[in-house]
């Protein structure tokens, strides 16, 4: 809404340029908001910024109720209707508008730098500026605050009355028809039409031109109060001797005389308000402002005020019931102070020195006494608190701690109001209570701490780390320091967890929490996302050095030995790193770059770190690709199985098949397994393909046994994310049955680490299998964490030897010992070998001394499709 656009108040002043309205404007002690006819701030004088507590910056091209959006705790909100409909009124009608009484919250920051919402009453006038053609061009608001005056009501067990808001808002209308007067001299309609509302103004308004304070105009309130009488071009001093008597007329000679306002706060006044009539005795609030000519000499004043006379009654008759109201206060069990403010003498009730185990004599009354028991964190909030309340004549509130006898400290409330002033008109007496309010904030202490911190390490959860992020982002750019996010997955914790239970795993996280933040400084953040999940946030950093010395400090204190449960534990960390804009610039984009910065360091062997660059962007995008292409690769037919045949070492015939799956991508061409097997995993996408395999392969089989005479088992690899899928067992026994195929025809090949701690679910899978008759191979053996304990628990066929042992096997004489150790194991068991990735007849000769069963590799022939492995068939025949 900014952009492009002159200063809203410059385009004002341009309509009044033999005036400087916009100066008179800004100089008014009284609020204005400026608004487009679409309800945007186009502009604010300092009073209204003041007393929105806004700057300029904040609020102007912002909407109205965008930048003081409505209380969610007040919903519906009437007042924003209230306000809304006077609005399109002032724009129908093209008249002012005035709102006596409206209450509408608006949001403020708090100290801890919250937003909460300020409860706040208002009286608003919504006044139209007409352009050339009397078409509406934009519109001032002028609020009034009559938050306090419709409290006091309350508290009195009032309602509001309409009048007593109304004289409160009659600065606020005046003020603006001074910084228009000028400009109605070229808009004569415009003058015409704010001069008839100036006169109809709830508080009182006048102008006084030149030495003599001739009275020049004057309004309905003003002649209320003063009385009707001749007053329009006579000085001050014929038209209203009794007031001049009284001092007021040296007031109006001295604002002239120094140009400087002069606000006078319930100012008594001996008034004749009717013919003939007594004088009465007024309280009213005013300020004169001086106001100069287009050549800055001074020209007259402006006078605007209110009769406050009602309010002063009250205060009156607030300070008469004060007793009343401590022994009420008591009752109610809060303690009661009542402070001397010109002798420092504080008078503590009994209650209140229960409340923190006092004895009558234990601490004078005084307020010295008070300062140093209140805790230091919060003597100097405490103090700003009553030093306001006391300047101002305002109740407050605020919240502090305060020691007790036994030295303990207790949370309290403080309330305090000035229920007495010196005859200078300074506060002389305030009194308040105070509420103890310790159990309600540990509850609110516990609240919070469980929504921010984990329950496990007591580090910050990831709402609090999110939150902080936002925070370092958001500050970052103004700072000459830069910013690091660290991702950190504790390598193998899965392991560990399932070999030793929950228990210990818990106890593991918790120490490596530990160990993670005696790394950092104090000014850093570790949390914990879930799960083995760490992450860091180092701020103010200089250079790179000292996020790779905090890596490395992370890397070598995982790296130690844990003991737990009386058992030593070892566990690494994959470390990923990101740089606040030199990688990104976002929160949401740090975390996706740490996080697959972290998974490259996984990848690349663990137990190291990595710092993001474009090409894991590129791998990233890649993969999303490839998972969104891989769904539909199989309803489009993209997807093919492949055989490679497993010859029996010993004679050199083929005797079974592995069904590898294969994807011709229509762009990128043959896709490695490798690439897409994992995505598969990830997206749970490996069900649905793996049961589209298993069934390929089982028609294969049986088609093959009718052709051949003959069954060619053919072995199918399930994934562990594949096995533990709830139907995939029966679903493929029953796909047995209903193709009349017996379970030998099939054999599935699983990994070592699905039967690590296997599952019950895992055991009864695999019992199925075994009833059924299909055959279990272990894949890649060798290369996980084999254990004799699983080969002698579960039903296992074969053990394929992975192909990196038969790959050096002819050069390296630990891989030769390796292969023949496991084919003399397996043996031992009453199991058979497989050797995987045959390439020579150097490695086929020595698997076959060593006394392999089966082989398979790029000797033999690489994977076919199924035609091409039905011709080899019969040509072998």
């Known amino acids: 809404m900014r952009s492009g656009r002159l200063d809203p108040m410059s385009e004002l002043g341009a309509l009044c340029d033999d005036l400087d309205l916009v100066a008179l404007i800004n100089a008014s002690p009284f609020p204005y908001l400026l608004l487009s006819t679409d309800f945007v701030i186009l502009g604010a004088n300092d009073a209204y910024l003041c007393l929105t507590s806004r700057t300029r910056e904040e609020i102007v091209g912002g909407g109205l109720f965008d930048v003081f959006p409505v209380d969610p705790a007040m919903l519906p909100d009437r007042g924003l209707t209230t306000i809304q409909a006077s609005l399109q009124r002032v724009l129908s009608t093209r008249r002012p508008d005035h709102l006596a009484l409206v209450h509408y919250n608006i949001p403020r920051r708090t100290s801890e730098g919250k937003s909460e919402f300020e409860e706040r009453y208002w009286s608003l006038i919504h006044t139209p500026v007409l352009d050339a053609q009397g078409n509406v061009s934009f519109l ?54 704010l001069l008839h509302l100036f006169r109809q103004a709830p508080g009182f308004v006048a102008i006084t031109r030149g030495p003599d304070h001739v009275l020049d105009v004057v309004n309905e309130s003003f002649c209320q109060l003063f009385g009707h009488r001749e007053m329009i071009g006579k000085p001050v001093v014929e038209a209203l001797p009794e007031v001049v008597a009284q001092g007021y007329g040296c007031l109006l000679d001295q604002v002239y005389r120094t140009g400087e306002a002069f606000v006078g706060r319930q100012m008594k006044a001996m008034l004749q308000q009717q013919p003939d009539a007594p004088l009465s005795e007024r309280y009213v609030d005013f300020v004169f402002q001086p106001f100069t000519d287009l050549e800055g000499k001074m020209a007259g004043i402006f006078i605007q005020g209110q009769d406050v006379t009602e309010h002063v009654l009250a205060k009156e008759a607030l300070q008469a019931s004060n007793e009343r109201w401590k022994l009420a206060v008591e009752g109610a069990g809060d303690g009661i102070w009542d402070w001397n403010i010109r002798t420092g003498e504080v008078v503590f009730s009994r209650r209140f020195r229960e409340m923190f185990g006092y004895g009558e004599h234990d601490f004078p009354n005084r307020i010295e006494a008070w300062k140093e028991r209140v805790h230091p964190d919060d003597l100097e909030g405490a103090l700003n608190a009553v030093r306001a309340a006391a300047r101002v004549g305002m109740p407050v509130a605020f919240e502090f701690r305060f020691q007790c006898s036994d030295g303990s400290w207790k949370w309290v409330r403080a309330r305090g109001i000035v229920v007495g002033h010196e005859s200078s008109d300074l506060p002389s007496r305030m009194t308040g209570t105070v509420t103890d309010i310790s159990e309600k904030k540990e509850s609110d202490e516990l609240i919070w701490r469980q929504a921010n911190f984990d329950a496990l390490t007591g580090l910050p959860n990831r709402r609090l780390f999110r939150d902080r992020l936002d925070q370092e982002v958001r500050k970052a750019p103004r700072s000459p320091h830069t910013m690091s996010l660290i991702f950190i997955d504790l390598d193998r914790f899965k392991e560990v967890n399932d070999l030793l239970g929950h228990d210990a795993g818990d106890q593991l996280l918790v120490e490596a929490a530990q160990r993670l933040t005696a790394c950092v400084r104090k000014s850093d953040t570790v949390a914990r996302l879930g799960g083995d999940e760490f992450t860091v946030i180092l701020t103010e950093l200089v250079d790179l050095a000292h996020v790779e010395d905090v890596a490395q400090k992370i890397l070598r204190a995982l790296a130690k030995p844990f003991f737990i449960n009386q058992q030593t534990v070892y566990i690494s960390g994959s470390i990923g790193i990101t740089m606040f804009e030199a990688d990104a610039a976002t929160a949401e984009q740090l975390i996706t770059n740490a996080d697959q910065a972290m998974y490259a360091a996984k990848h690349a062997g663990r137990n190291q770190f990595r710092y993001f660059t474009p090409s894991m962007q590129e791998r990233a995008q890649r993969r999303l690709r490839l998972a969104n292409d891989l769904r539909e690769a199989l309803a489009v037919g993209q997807l093919e199985v492949h055989y490679q045949p497993v010859v029996e070492l010993a004679t050199g015939r083929i005797v079974k098949a592995e069904a590898l799956l294969r994807w011709h991508h229509p762009t990128l ?34 088609q093959w046994q009718s052709q051949l005479g003959k069954t060619v088992q053919v072995s199918v690899n399930a994934s562990p994310a594949q096995f533990h899928a709830a139907e995939q067992g029966v679903g493929w026994l029953q796909y047995l049955d209903m193709l009349g195929l017996l379970g030998s025809a099939v054999a599935v090949e699983i990994t070592e680490g699905l039967l690590l701690n296997a599952s019950p679910a895992v055991a009864e899978r695999l019992l199925a299998y075994r009833d059924a008759g299909i055959q279990v191979a272990i894949d890649d053996f060798g290369t996980g964490y084999s254990s004799m304990q699983y080969l002698k628990k579960f039903d296992i066929d074969y053990l394929k030897i992975d192909q990196s042992f038969v790959r050096e096997m002819v050069s390296s004489a630990s891989d030769r010992t390796i292969v023949k150790s496991i084919i ?11 050797a995987e990735g045959i390439e020579t007849p150097e490695q086929r000769d020595i698997l076959l001394r060593a006394g392999c069963d089966y082989g398979q590799g790029f000797l033999f022939s690489e994977a076919l499709a199924a035609e091409a492995f039905e011709s080899l068939m019969a040509a072998a025949a």
């Open 669 to 702: 061409g043959p896709v490695p397994p490798s690439q897409f097997i994992p995505i598969a995993e990830e997206t749970g996408l490996i069900n649905e393909i793996g049961d589209w395999v298993f069934r390929q392969a089982a028609g294969r089989s049986r």
């Open 140 to 193: 001032f608001q002028s609020p009034i605050d009559v938050t306090e005056l419709v409290r006091l009501q309350q508290g009195r067990g009032d309602l509001p009355v309409r009048d007593d808001v109304d004289y409160q808002i009659a600065g606020s209308v005046f003020s603006r028809a001074q910084a228009l007067e000028a400009a109605n001299r070229l808009l004569d309609q415009e003058r015409e039409h």
């Open 824 to 834: 003399v194991m397996a043996h031992e068991l009453g199991l058979q070998a497989v």
